[in-house]
T-cell receptor, first 117, second 114 residues
Framework: AQSVAQPEDQVNVAEGNPLTVKCTYS??????LFWYVQYPNRGLQFLLK??????LVKGSYGFEAEFNKSQTSFHLKKPSALVSDSALYFC???????????????FGKGTKLSVKP | NAGVTQTPKFQVLKTGQSMTLQCAQD?????MYWYRQDPGMGLRLIYY???????DKGEVPNGYNVSRLNKREFSLRLESAAPSQTSVYFC?????????????FGPGTRLTVL
């Protein structure tokens, strides 16, 4: 079965420093990976996804993620953190389901990012 | 273009009461979903609808029913609410169930069952 793990419950970063939020996955076949962000009392907002091609995926708000097949990882990164980046971040993998090409999102438990001034 | 909208935003129920959570999308998407979010557990899929006229169970369907009223609307019903159903409920939609499609989420409904 497909699964995704976010090993850190919380990540603390100083404003202006680079940030990394970790995600590892377990899939059978090709992985389809997503990152979402949830600001307090809001719904989830799509940041970026990896389907195929370039291992470095660029997304919204200056975020990017690096797909590493050998390490089965899809870490979220940003070169310079902002206080406004403080939020809950979810990694997700698309389950291939019964029909192979279709399926639902399997979410990690989330990582709380705290950026201090 | 409002995206995915949900009503109500907040609700408090007593054990045994029933209610329906409403969801609508204006992106002409075929597929819609209901998730629940609990602390430390991420989001779990309750039900989904691949297209108008079809619904399927997700990971945690017990205690819930759904109706895909038309292409735009997908409702979630709690027939007899239990304290274990206290959660934040999110509706989402996507163009299809294809693994490459992105899901877009509504703002959520915070439900408390006393």
């Amino acid at each position: 079965a497909q699964s995704v793990a976010q090993p850190e419950d919380q990540v603390n970063v100083a404003e202006g420093n680079p940030l990394t939020v970790k995600c590892t996955y377990s899939v059978s076949g090709n992985p389809y990976l997503f990152w979402y962000v949830q600001y307090p009392n809001r719904g989830l907002q799509f940041l970026l996804k990896y389907i195929t091609g370039d291992n470095l995926v660029k997304g919204s708000y200056g975020f990017e993620a690096e797909f590493n097949k050998s390490q089965t990882s899809f870490h979220l990164k940003k070169p310079s953190a902002l206080v406004s980046d403080s939020a809950l971040y979810f990694c997700a993998v698309r389950d291939k389901g019964k029909r192979g090409s279709q399926g639902n999102l399997i979410f990690g438990k989330g990582t709380k990012l705290s950026v201090k001034p | 273009n409002a995206g995915v909208t949900q009503t109500p935003k907040f609700q408090v129920l007593k054990t045994g009461q029933s209610m329906t959570l409403q969801c609508a999308q204006d992106m002409n998407h075929n597929s819609m979903y209901w998730y629940r979010q609990d602390p430390g557990m991420g989001l779990r899929l309750i039900y989904y609808s691949a297209s108008e006229g079809t619904t399927d169970k997700g990971e945690v369907p017990n205690g819930y029913n759904v109706s895909r009223l038309n292409k735009r609307e997908f409702s979630l019903r709690l027939e007899s609410a239990a304290p274990s159903q206290t959660s934040v409920y999110f509706c989402a939609s996507s163009d299809s169930l294809q693994v490459t499609d992105t899901q877009y989420f509504g703002p959520g409904t915070r439900l408390t069952v006393l």
